[in-house]
C-alpha cells in the first residue's frame, strides 16, 4: 500500500518503512515542518534524493501521468487547515470531487453528508448555515471536518489523516476517533494513516502499526 524504500530527503537521511494493505497505522515526526517533509514525498510533491516511494506498489516519481492519477483517485486526504477551494462555498467544496471523478450528483450525497457531520455532532441550524459560504470564514477545526466528509464521500482504498487530533477538544477528538475508525472498517483493504508531530494527540488511538521518527528515520513504534 505504502513502501519506503531508503528514501532520503533535505530532512531525512534514510526512511524504510512499509504499511500493508487495510493497515490502521500512525506516525509520529519530531516537527511539524518534517512531517510536511514526508507527506510531501509520499504525495508526489517533492522528489527525494534517493530511494523509491511506491503507493499501490506504483513507483510514484517513475509512473506516467495516467498512472498517477489513477493512484491518487484512491486516496483520501484530510489536510490539517481543511486545503479547501477559496472561492467555492462549503457544498461546492465538498460535492465537487465525487461529482467530476465519481459522476455523483449533489442531491445523491446530500443525507450522507448530513450524516456524517451529525456524527461530528455538528447540529443541522450549524450546517445549513455554513454550506453557503465561502470556507475562508470558518474556524480551522470546521475546515479540517469539512475536508474529511469530502475524502469520506470518494470512498477511498487510502485515507491520510494530517492532525486531525489538533486544535479540537476531548468531546470531538473521541467523536472523529469513532467515525474514522468505523470509515476504516467499512470497506475492505482500507488503509488508514495518521500522522502529527505532536505525539500526545495520537496517544488515545489504538492501531495496529505506529512509526516514530528517530533523528533522520523512523522505528517501529510500541
Not at 80 to 95: A, C, Q
Not at 115 to 144: H, N, T
Amino acid at each position: 500500500m505504502i513502501t519506503l524504500e531508503d528514501v532520503a530527503t533535505e530532512e531525512f537521511g534514510s526512511i524504510w518503512i512499509e504499511i500493508k494493505e487495510g493497515s490502521l497505522c500512525k506516525i509520529i515526526t519530531q516537527s511539524e515542518h518534517e512531517k510536511q517533509s514526508f507527506l510531501d514525498t509520499i504525495l508526489a510533491f517533492k522528489k527525494p534524493a534517493k530511494g523509491r516511494v511506491l503507493l499501490f506498489d506504483v513507483d510514484i516519481y517513475a509512473a506516467n501521468e495516467k498512472a498517477l492519477n489513477e493512484v491518487f483517485h484512491r486516496i483520501g486526504m484530510v489536510w490539517k487547515d481543511g486545503g479547501l477551494i477559496s472561492n467555492l462555498k462549503v457544498w461546492e467544496n465538498i460535492v465537487l470531487p465525487v461529482w467530476y471523478h465519481k459522476g455523483k450528483l449533489p442531491d445523491d450525497a446530500e443525507q450522507k453528508v448530513a450524516d456524517l457531520f451529525q456524527e461530528m455532532g455538528i447540529d443541522k441550524s450549524r450546517l445549513l448555515k455554513i454550506m453557503g459560504i465561502l470556507p475562508g470564514l470558518l474556524p480551522a477545526y470546521e475546515k479540517k471536518l469539512i475536508c474529511m466528509v469530502r475524502s469520506m464521500l470518494m470512498e477511498p482504498d487510502l485515507m491520510i489523516y494530517d492532525a486531525i487530533f489538533e486544535g479540537i477538544n476531548i468531546e470531538m477528538a473521541e467523536r472523529l476517533t469513532k467515525l474514522t475508525t468505523q470509515f476504516h472498517t467499512k470497506k475492505p483493504g482500507r488503509t488508514s494513516v495518521y500522522i502529527s508531530s505532536d505525539e500526545k494527540s495520537l496517544h488515545h488511538l489504538h492501531t495496529n502499526l505506529a512509526f516514530i521518527q528517530q533523528g533522520e528515520g523512523f522505528i517501529i513504534w510500541s
